[in-house]
């Protein structure tokens, strides 16, 4: 097969009022042969003037194969009209190396407000790349296009919201003349290329992730969909969750970069945030809520998100220092407690850690604390167990998962850490997102020598998930540094996606 393959393009017309819209779109599969690399239509209107549309990534068949979405809406301007009928061919470069799919050097034709053009080989094509699921939204539309030569009986969606625990079979309906499900509006053309349209719908309510497969009944045998391998699944926007230690006010330009931190919040659309060490003036000891840097960071966000925080002791001689949570999604419940034998608001081993209670749309309740311990002279053994003792009973039946969160003052591998292994009930969620072999040998496997196998890890901030927690950790990446937004703080932050499993 070649490195790119055109699955199908589409040319609809829509009008609304006097005004008409082009809007061509192009799914397109590549070979997966390194990270960097770019994936273009070249395409001309009637006008034979040539353009180049950059395709964005849009989800993987497995490690060997991705799907590429391209897409432009043109509208008419007093010297140029419409494209109408395009050409067009597909490129993709990747190390060097350029490779085409241009219909064997042809070109690929696609007349105006055709609708669907279905690469050859390729009998049944779900159509719409939607990239996920949308709040809300409990009904999922889903079109197909279906060779006209199979003589179609029947055509089915097989579907399940709880990865195939159960199947459920939604049926479609013929539409007899092409209906865009994405834009409602009839073809110039309707089924010029030789398809059917289908359409269906999935009562998905409040499932977190869907998956389906199509299937087309026919004189001439039964055909199914394979364009996304064995099922297609589409899901709402994963849990997002960043951890960061600010440093206590300690740092040069503190209020550019407290800025600096509500950007980062609100460009990586991050869901729940875990602070330590964050200050407002002492004040005798009564505090001054609007020097709180959690406070200042929430009130810089697009829109301020739910926000719970709690001071341990005197930081730095001048500040009240504690921990903090915001979260984009209600609080239902949220407790701050100290952990530490030591409750004297001017000794630096007291802490206090911040629990809250979120309730995450389609996933459900989350227990989350931000902690900031001691080393492990200074009282972490205690500190911790007091902490574990203390989630475990919040982590109720209705709870969907438990995430002790912050900095743990423990460097991974050492002492600390391997007392959090013993206890067999935690897990470290970036070491399983960027060293899953690593973490088996550690925390399932139990490899007695497995603390050399982190000399290298130098992180003391972790998000720890209880086991048996009904979420699994995407990705796990640092922020904060040089490359990525800059320093903020003394500590690098850390976010990480999750879904439900």
């Not at 699955?7 to 960097?36: C, E, W």
């Not at 008419?76 to 490779?99: C, H, K, M, Q, V």
């Not at 977190?208 to 199914?224: A, D, N, T």
């Not at 030591?342 to 802490?351: T, V």
Request: charge should be negative; aromatic fraction near 12%; charged fraction near 25%.
């Amino acid at each position: 097969m070649d490195k790119i393959n055109l699955i199908y393009a589409r040319n609809v017309i829509t009008r609304k009022a006097t005004v008409a819209q082009q809007n061509l779109s192009f799914i397109i599969l590549v070979d997966n042969l390194v990270y960097d690399k770019s994936v273009d239509v070249e395409w001309a209107g009637e006008d034979g003037v040539w353009h180049t549309l950059p395709a964005s990534y849009h989800s993987s068949v497995d490690h060997a194969q991705e799907y590429w979405i391209a897409r432009v809406v043109c509208a008419p301007t007093p010297d140029r009209s419409l494209p109408g009928n395009i050409r067009f061919a597909l490129r993709y470069r990747a190390s060097g190396a350029e490779y085409w799919d241009n219909n064997d050097g042809d070109n690929y034709c696609l007349e105006a407000d055709s609708g669907i053009s279905v690469a050859p080989g390729r009998p049944v094509v779900t159509t719409g790349f939607e990239c996920s699921l949308i709040a809300g939204e409990r009904l999922l539309p889903v079109t197909v296009a279906v060779d006209s030569a199979l003589d179609t009986d029947r055509v089915t969606i097989h579907w399940t919201g709880d990865n195939w625990k159960t199947t459920h079979k939604s049926p479609c309906r013929f539409a007899r003349n092409y209906w865009d499900a994405e834009f409602f509006s009839n073809a110039r053309n309707p089924n010029q290329y030789g398809r059917q349209i289908w359409n269906g719908a999935l009562k998905v309510g409040d499932a977190f992730r869907v998956q389906y497969r199509v299937s087309c009944e026919s004189r001439q045998g039964l055909f199914w969909d394979d364009t996304f391998a064995n099922s297609r699944a589409l899901q709402h926007r994963p849990l997002k969750v960043m951890i960061l230690n600010l440093h206590c006010c300690q740092e040069d330009n503190q209020d550019k970069k407290l800025s600096l931190i509500a950007r980062a919040i609100d460009e990586r659309d991050v869901d729940i945030v875990c602070l330590q060490e964050v200050a407002e003036l002492w004040n005798n000891g009564q505090g001054d809520w609007e020097t709180n840097t959690a406070r200042i960071i929430n009130e810089r966000l697009q829109s301020p998100y739910h926000l719970v925080t709690d001071w341990s002791h005197l930081g730095f001689g001048r500040y009240r220092e504690g921990v903090a949570i915001l979260s984009r999604h209600p609080i239902r419940r949220h407790e701050a407690k100290y952990v530490s034998g030591s409750h004297d608001p001017y000794s630096i081993h007291s802490r206090k850690v911040v629990m809250a209670q979120v309730k995450v749309p389609y996933v459900g309740l989350i227990n989350v604390f931000s902690s900031h311990l001691s080393w492990w002279d200074d009282g972490f053994p205690e500190q911790f167990e007091k902490l574990r003792h203390w989630a475990a009973n919040e982590h109720g039946s209705q709870v969907t998962a438990t995430m002790l969160c912050g900095d743990f003052n423990i460097k991974a591998g050492s002492t600390g850490y391997q007392l959090v292994v013993d206890s067999n009930e935690y897990d470290d969620q970036y070491l399983l997102a960027n060293s899953p072999k690593i973490f088996r040998t550690i925390f399932e496997n139990q490899d007695p020598h497995w603390p050399s196998s982190l000399d290298h890890d130098h992180r003391i901030d972790y998000i720890f998930l209880r086991k048996g927690s009904d979420l699994c950790v995407t990705s796990g990446r640092v922020v904060f540094t040089d490359q990525d937004f800059g320093r903020v703080s003394d500590h690098f932050g850390y976010l990480m996606t999750f879904v439900p499993r």
